[in-house]
């Protein structure tokens, strides 16, 4: 057998084992192995059965997602793919039973399902989560899912991707028994009771395909819920065709259209961008010299200052991870109101049936508030959120540096302050770093981790593992203001409002954004933030302010007029009481008062100029924070666009994004808009050396590689 794959005999059953770390991935070599185990199996009288399970801590984590990129590459050809060991185990004489324990996902779930039977422990899950890397199964796994779980379960499974838990699994029969004891024993014991036992191939299995009328609404509804919560990807309305065409054609055709339609997917730019976001959100936890095995300091305890809402944010997400928190304001009246929209999130939650009251009970019971620094020396880690201004968080600092313990992690949440000089408030500038949440921060997956100059490696390493915790996507990025996000964030915010002085309507800006897949567009995300954010850091930074440089005008305008935003009822918009959006002739009045002040001639300005000129402004940004070093790489930048601003995964990110477009493309843009708008789009050298050398952002890689 090959290292890949080991076959041993336990009396009469033959045990064929996958042993590809991590994840057993259906690697080259892997179904060739099994195949090789089925056939002895199959040409040995003594074995009456098989067994077919992972080694490690899974079954079969789905075909290797690394393959894609070499097909899609041309690299490689696509070969035959998992059809014949999947026929090769259907059609064995002998019974295959599959054994599950971890996860038997996308080709691992097809696998299991070409088996004549699937066992698995009830903590094992399955699924066939493709559609989140843009593809469909292409293993024949929506041919024989429905077979198995029924038309609805299965559309829903592959639309979706979101796996189901093995009892759940058990009681729509995907697997034929739940085993509480050893995984291995148990199923060649019920290998044995297989054994001579006649059994009904899957892809034979027909009762529960139903009739196309029975099945329409399902399909209707289906569809429906794509357009509604999947809009703008191609891959889940793949997924619920290829479902569909085994409820129509017989099991050989079907597959034949679900070939089709993978292929189609597979080569689609939405596919190559999931992937490279699959691959990107684990790729940023690889840090040049900080190797895996830096040690960490292990995070018990917690402690946050400042109960508003960031601190409660981080406060709920650290008790989410089982973590006890201290939550710390200065006056009982700011630490009560703390607590209290803490409470009512949580309430909101068990409400929505996301999980019980128990739970909630017990996350509570996590997190103790405080009037003073009472049990900070006991913390692992200490975590600032106060009010975003120098002062402030330098005094916090200077206590705490007092306070606590030698190995405790000192970081800020702050979102555009120099981490530096924050670190300068203490004696320990080694332990000090930027813990930089997104709000909400219980929900928004991106940590943006700050590197001070002198922030230790172990901090560092900390972080990263600590974000892996906390549930969150942990993005290394280095000092300067803004960091990655922000500053990237201010020239996008820039655009939105010279385009509206310009002539565009607020709501043409704001749908262009949300046309090519934002989650909001950039002057209505305002709104949400609240405009008074960005007026009191342009306050606090007005003396940086280069003279002559064109700025926005509106929303210092918007702000002073108490226009916040959502949390005033009106801002760019004008809010109902749930919050509804609509146009405000005040804000119109404003815009056109503006204008003239400005000497600004309104013109009509198209679609595509408002998405470059917010995309590309995004690019440009980009492209400098990586020649500084602020970034790692440019899938950093990426991940931290999608986690954290809502930027659509399918398009990859910022930086993908303009790899799709042809950088050469995005530069020419930028030229345009550097010749009629100045100094504001001066283009970033490192994307003009990529234009001129016909290279992408994903191939120059890191400064730092
Ligand atoms: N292929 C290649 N590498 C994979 C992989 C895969 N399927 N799954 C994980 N890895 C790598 C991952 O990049 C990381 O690498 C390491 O394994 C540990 O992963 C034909 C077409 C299984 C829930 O979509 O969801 O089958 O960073 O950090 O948190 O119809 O991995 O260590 O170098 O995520 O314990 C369908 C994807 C494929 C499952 C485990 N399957 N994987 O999570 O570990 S398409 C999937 C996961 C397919 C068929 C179709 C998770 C996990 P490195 P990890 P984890």
Redesign the pocket.
Known sequence: MSELVQYALAGGVAVITIQNP??N?LSPGVPEGILDGLGKANADDTVRAVVLIGGGR?FI??????EFGKITSGEKKRGVG?HPLLYALEDSPKPVIAAIHG?A???GL?VAMSCAYRVAVPTAQVGQ??V??G?I???A?TQRLPRLVGVAKAVEMCQFGNPLKVPAAAALGLIDRVIEGDLLEGAVAFAREAAGKPFVKVRERNGKLRTPDANAAIFASAREAARKRQRGLLAPLAAINAVEAATRLPFEDGVKEEQRLFEDCLFSTQSKALIHVF?GE?AVAKIPGVPSETPAYPIRRAAIIGAGTMGGGIAMTYANAGIPVLLKEATRQALDRGMDVIRKNYAASVAKGRFSQEVMDQRLALVTPALNYEGFEEADIIVEAVFEGMALKKQVFAEIDSIAKPECVLASNTSTLSIDEIASATTRPHMVIGHHFFSPANVMRLLEIVRGKATGKEVIATSMALARTLGKVGVLVGNCRGFVGNRMFGPYRREAQFLVEEGADIEAVDRAMYDFGMAMGPLAVGDLAGLDVGWRIRKEFRHLEIPGVRKPLLEDRLAGMGRFGQKTGSGWYHYDENRRPSKDLIVEELIARVREEAGITPRHISQEEITDRLLYSLVNEGARILEEGIALWPVDIDIVYINGYGFPAHRGGPMFHADTVGLDKVLARIREFHDRHGALWTPAPLLERLAREGKTFTQEGSKHA
């Not at 984590?61 to 690394?66: E, L, P, W």
């Open positions: 991590p994840v991935a899974s984590a789905g075909a290797d997602i690394k998992l996860q996902f996308g080709g097809e989560p493709e989140k890397l593809i199964p292409g293993a796994g691959f684990r």
